[in-house]
């Protein structure tokens, strides 16, 4: 495939592309007046590239390899907006990058200019990526949730097991002193004392099984909640900054 | 604190209701005198005269066993009639005919009205 395409490729006559807008923090700036794309419209935006990439590898129209080297770099453009210009939406973009040069080498324009990195006292420091900082929010939720489910959970165990028990021990022991008493103020004296640890048993061990159910509700919603935002930021990478376009190789 | 105690009463009435429910009145006379007839049917005693009962309450095995915790009482709707007393010894009441005539006995247990025994005060000749 690649000796069909690398020939067909000498055959074309060679227009000169416009030349590829380097994705300077500058220029970023610029065009950051406008509103980030979103996650899925950088998604589309990639797809297009790769159905114009298909068609050429189909057909041979060079126009198809110019149209897609447009959208690749309007989708770097999108993606240093979204993700900014840490070192991890860096390296995402690297191979996108890199398709774009092919896409160069093989109509025969030059190399674009990769996307710079700013220099630490020249650029301000990038903005949180927005999607980054809702997951990241949402994890610190989930964090919360957990936390919060393991010391309701504990609570709850802890008064069930060192109070509302022992009550219960306690009024067990006082109705069977009341039981062998003769006379009735002694018996009465006891059923008291045991009507008391009865209510004591009875309060703790609600109070204590509501904050250990709810405590474990609390840790289950936590792990979703977090389970979620991770596989979130997993899936992102069709567009995230660790692993731009990794699912959508161009072929050639 | 309002709401608390709210949950302690909520608590106790749940404690409450966790008991057995009612059967019967085991009654025993330990005493008194021998021109009576006290059973859970009918009480039949003479004007100034005196029984000492023994009573307890049974519950029904169907429906759980009480845990001894529940509290009996033995009322005389009329006492102008008959009075019952508490007595010395554990589980004992002392009914007294006070002058001829009709009343009744409520039976509660835990507050709750479980039974009437009909009770009569005869003149003495």
């Given at each position: 495939m690649k000796q069909t395409t690398t020939s067909m490729m000498l055959a074309v006559a060679m227009a000169v592309a416009?030349?590829?807008?380097?994705?300077t923090p500058a220029v970023a700036a610029a065009s950051e007046q406008a509103a980030p794309p979103s996650k899925e419209a950088l998604d589309q935006i990639y797809t297009d590239a790769q159905l114009h990439v298909e068609r050429y590898n189909g057909n041979g129209d060079v126009e198809q390899l110019r149209a897609a080297r447009q959208l690749l770099d309007q989708w770097l453009r999108g993606h240093a907006q979204l993700y900014g210009y840490g070192e991890q939406a860096v390296q995402a973009r690297a191979p996108v990058q890199q398709q774009v040069a092919a896409i160069d080498e093989k109509v025969g324009e030059p190399a674009a200019t990769p996307v710079a990195t700013p220099a630490p006292t020249a650029a301000p420091a990038p903005a949180p990526s927005p999607v980054n900082a809702e997951i990241a929010a949402r994890q610190r939720r989930g964090d919360q949730m957990f936390t919060g489910g393991l010391v309701l959970g504990a609570v709850g165990l802890a008064t069930v097991l060192f109070v509302g028990l022992p009550a219960l021990g306690l009024r067990n022991t006082a109705l069977d002193n009341a039981q062998v008493q003769e006379f009735r103020a002694d018996e009465e004296r006891y059923l008291r004392r045991a009507r008391r640890r009865h209510t004591t048993m009875i309060v703790t061990m609600a109070i204590g099984g509501a904050f250990t159910l709810g405590g474990i509700t609390l840790v289950s919603a936590g792990a979703a909640t977090k389970n979620a935002a991770d596989r979130e930021l997993a899936l992102s990478?069709?567009?995230?900054p660790t692993f731009a376009g990794g699912s959508l190789r161009l072929r050639f | 604190m309002s709401t608390l105690r709210k949950l302690i009463v909520l608590a106790s009435l749940a404690a409450a209701s966790c008991g057995g429910a009612y059967d019967r009145l085991e009654l025993f006379v330990i005493?008194?005198?021998?021109?009576t007839e006290v059973s859970t049917e009918r009480i039949r005693i003479g004007e100034g005269g005196v029984v000492v009962i023994e009573a307890r309450a049974e519950s029904d095995a169907d429906h759980g066993e009480y845990n001894g915790l529940e509290e009996l009482e033995l009322r005389m709707s009329d006492s102008r009639v008959a009075r019952v007393r508490k007595g010395v010894l554990k589980d004992s009441w002392v009914i007294n005919g006070a002058e001829p005539g009709d009343t009744v006995m409520q039976i509660r247990v835990d507050g709750q009205l479980e039974q009437v025994v009909p009770v009569r005060v005869e003149r003495q000749p």
């Amino acid at each position: 495939m690649k000796q069909t395409t690398t020939s067909m490729m000498l055959a074309v006559a060679m227009a000169v592309a416009p030349v590829a807008t380097a994705v300077t923090p500058a220029v970023a700036a610029a065009s950051e007046q406008a509103a980030p794309p979103s996650k899925e419209a950088l998604d589309q935006i990639y797809t297009d590239a790769q159905l114009h990439v298909e068609r050429y590898n189909g057909n041979g129209d060079v126009e198809q390899l110019r149209a897609a080297r447009q959208l690749l770099d309007q989708w770097l453009r999108g993606h240093a907006q979204l993700y900014g210009y840490g070192e991890q939406a860096v390296q995402a973009r690297a191979p996108v990058q890199q398709q774009v040069a092919a896409i160069d080498e093989k109509v025969g324009e030059p190399a674009a200019t990769p996307v710079a990195t700013p220099a630490p006292t020249a650029a301000p420091a990038p903005a949180p990526s927005p999607v980054n900082a809702e997951i990241a929010a949402r994890q610190r939720r989930g964090d919360q949730m957990f936390t919060g489910g393991l010391v309701l959970g504990a609570v709850g165990l802890a008064t069930v097991l060192f109070v509302g028990l022992p009550a219960l021990g306690l009024r067990n022991t006082a109705l069977d002193n009341a039981q062998v008493q003769e006379f009735r103020a002694d018996e009465e004296r006891y059923l008291r004392r045991a009507r008391r640890r009865h209510t004591t048993m009875i309060v703790t061990m609600a109070i204590g099984g509501a904050f250990t159910l709810g405590g474990i509700t609390l840790v289950s919603a936590g792990a979703a909640t977090k389970n979620a935002a991770d596989r979130e930021l997993a899936l992102s990478p069709a567009v995230g900054p660790t692993f731009a376009g990794g699912s959508l190789r161009l072929r050639f | 604190m309002s709401t608390l105690r709210k949950l302690i009463v909520l608590a106790s009435l749940a404690a409450a209701s966790c008991g057995g429910a009612y059967d019967r009145l085991e009654l025993f006379v330990i005493g008194g005198d021998r021109r009576t007839e006290v059973s859970t049917e009918r009480i039949r005693i003479g004007e100034g005269g005196v029984v000492v009962i023994e009573a307890r309450a049974e519950s029904d095995a169907d429906h759980g066993e009480y845990n001894g915790l529940e509290e009996l009482e033995l009322r005389m709707s009329d006492s102008r009639v008959a009075r019952v007393r508490k007595g010395v010894l554990k589980d004992s009441w002392v009914i007294n005919g006070a002058e001829p005539g009709d009343t009744v006995m409520q039976i509660r247990v835990d507050g709750q009205l479980e039974q009437v025994v009909p009770v009569r005060v005869e003149r003495q000749p």
